[in-house]
């Protein structure tokens, strides 16, 4: 969707659990193994000392940390929107196959509901509603987010087609139909796959 005026950003303030941290960074060592020294290198001292080391999933970090390490990474490759939508997808594949297994539901609808409850579990700020809109359709709704950035509905766009990926929905479509960073009251992932 094509969208007018500067995007707003708020960074301060929330926290999100480590496993899409540890997701992103997998996404580097599989894509450039060489290459993680140099991305944690770009971000601030406080971040590089956390990021660098063991990150548990478990572990909550400042919603700030992880725009700044997917701009490092996109830096460091001179990606865009693409590959932001591709670290979504990725911490999609790498969390529902492992840290987060217990959690996954065979069907699409299903697992955004039970998504949709258990948000705070993962992520202190907003709140997120599934609305099922088809048979094979439904609405990611996300409201009253006190951190924003235009990246991270990119990587939570990308989140979601790996979502339906990973539970049998094929050639999905996402499109983020209105977002909060642009004043609108919601983020709406208006979603379908066959």
Known sequence: MTRTGQPKEHLEGGRLKGGIFRSHLQWVRDHHPDAVPRVIARLSPDAAKQL??????????????????????????????????????????????????LLDRKANHEFFRNSALIHSQFQDFGKVHYEQTGESSGKMIHTSDTCL???????????????????????????ETTCQCYGDAACVFDMHWK
């Open 52 to 101: 660098g080391g063991t990150i548990l999933a478990t572990t909550w970090f400042p919603f700030a940390w992880l725009i700044e390490l997917d701009r490092a990474i996109t830096e460091t490759f001179h990606g865009g929107v693409d590959m932001l939508r591709d670290l979504g997808r990725y911490s999609a594949t790498i969390n529902l196959s492992t840290t987060y297994r």
């Open 149 to 175: 950035s235009p990246s991270f509905c990119m990587s939570g766009l990308g989140y979601y087609y790996g979502c339906i990926e990973s539970h049998g929905g094929i050639s999905p479509g996402i499109v």
